[in-house]
């Protein structure tokens, strides 16, 4: 049995716990918080969790083989280091930290310790993103041309990053997970209309060797929800829609090369041209598979789907995505 330490029990420590406590061969032996209210909620739901208001506390307790840090990504960096000094096991939220440096010096000190470092990119979980990571592998999309992420909402500011730190991660982590090649430079633009100065509003282009490209919008201030991915290849294209109840996943046998003036005149008149296919897509609940892909990691010393390396060259996207927009749109070059 692996016993868990959780730090943070927020609105995602919360989701954290529950799936925690119900994955097999595992066992939460303590919860950490500053705030006594929250742990009092824990306490209510579950008695057998002891509590803590001290995070040193439970990363020396020499009973908890692993920690899941779920806090602002300022702490990331500090509380992985602590535990990972200590020889635990680490699960770090999404974004894995706030610069390359950090992300780069706690991966090299998990591999000197021989410990499992995760990051919870927790869509690449989900049945959506697995069945499209098949269908691409499969080919069956074809060569893949571009990648197009929508991700707005309204209201749903965060006080220590800006948008892109926010919400940009998650179809970062897809981009990556489905799109082996790597990209060489970033361009990105925002705008803040808070008093914090934080960007609440930007866009984000990826750029490549080939002739692949992605983009992303990201917004705190849309009047909709809108959580959508176009993805589009040379045989098929695929929408994404994470908003929709039941069918998230549609695959279009769409060309949009045309040879003839008939073709030319039938794309006009009816636009679409072949057949829309809905695969099925698994009913689970993706924060479950990835509670036991961390613990199975563990125990059967093994990389876990999203490990430190996968969740640094997201933080790659990000950190020069901020430098960016500091300088006004600038195209920045990965290292």
């Known amino acids: 049995m692996v016993k868990i330490g959780i730090i943070?029990?927020?609105?995602?420590?919360?989701?954290?716990?529950?799936?925690?406590?119900?994955?097999?061969?595992?066992?939460v032996g303590k919860v950490c918080?500053?705030?006594?209210?929250?742990l009092a909620l824990v306490q209510k739901s579950y008695p057998s969790v002891q509590v803590t208001t001290s995070t040193d506390e439970l990363i020396n307790d020499p009973a908890i083989d692993a920690v899941v840090i779920v806090t602002p990504v300022f702490l990331h960096y500090a509380l992985?280091?602590?535990?990972?000094?200590?020889?635990?096991?680490?699960?770090?939220e999404k974004p894995f930290t706030a610069s390359?440096?950090?992300?780069?010096?706690?991966?090299?000190?998990?591999q000197r310790k021989n410990l499992v470092i995760g990051v919870d990119h927790t869509f690449l979980f989900t049945g959506s993103v697995q069945r499209i990571k098949n269908l691409v592998d499969a080919g069956e999309?074809?060569?893949?041309?571009?990648?197009?992420?929508?991700?707005?909402?309204?209201?749903?500011?965060?006080?220590?990053?800006?948008?892109i730190w926010d919400l940009a991660p998650h179809d970062i982590s897809i981009l990556h997970y489905l799109v082996p090649e790597r990209p060489v430079s970033v361009i990105c633009t925002g705008q803040s209309h808070t008093q914090n100065r934080l960007e609440n509003i930007a866009y984000l282009s990826v750029n490549y060797q080939s002739d692949f490209m992605a983009h992303f919008a990201c917004s705190w201030i849309s009047?909709?929800?809108?959580?959508?991915?176009?993805?589009?290849?040379?045989?098929?294209?695929?929408?994404?829609?994470?908003?929709?109840?039941?069918?998230?996943?549609?695959?279009?046998?769409?060309?949009y090369h045309v040879n003839t003036e008939e073709e030319k005149h039938r794309m006009l008149v009816d636009y679409r041209t072949g057949d829309i296919f809905l695969p099925k897509i698994a009913q689970k609940e993706a924060l479950a598979d990835m509670t036991a892909n961390f613990i199975n990691a563990i125990l059967d010393q093994t990389k876990p789907l999203v490990d430190g390396l996968a969740g640094l060259a997201v933080v790659q996207v990000l950190e020069?995505?901020?430098?960016?927009i500091d300088q006004g749109g600038k195209e920045i070059f990965l290292k």
């Open 33 to 38: 918080d500053q705030r006594s209210e929250r």
């Open 320 to 324: 020069a995505a901020q430098q960016s």
């Open 8 to 27: 943070g029990y927020g609105y995602w420590g919360v989701n954290i716990l529950r799936n925690f406590m119900n994955t097999p061969q595992c066992v």
């Open 141 to 163: 999309l074809g060569s893949i041309q571009y990648f197009d992420s929508t991700r707005v909402n309204l209201g749903l500011f965060q006080p220590d990053v800006n948008v």
């Open 100 to 110: 390359v440096a950090e992300a780069e010096e706690l991966i090299e000190l998990a």
């Open 223 to 255: 009047p909709v929800k809108i959580r959508r991915i176009l993805i589009g290849g040379d045989k098929k294209m695929c929408l994404y829609d994470d908003v929709e109840p039941t069918e998230k996943v549609k695959i279009y046998e769409t060309s």
């Open 80 to 92: 992985a280091k602590k535990a990972l000094e200590q020889g635990k096991h680490v699960l770090v």
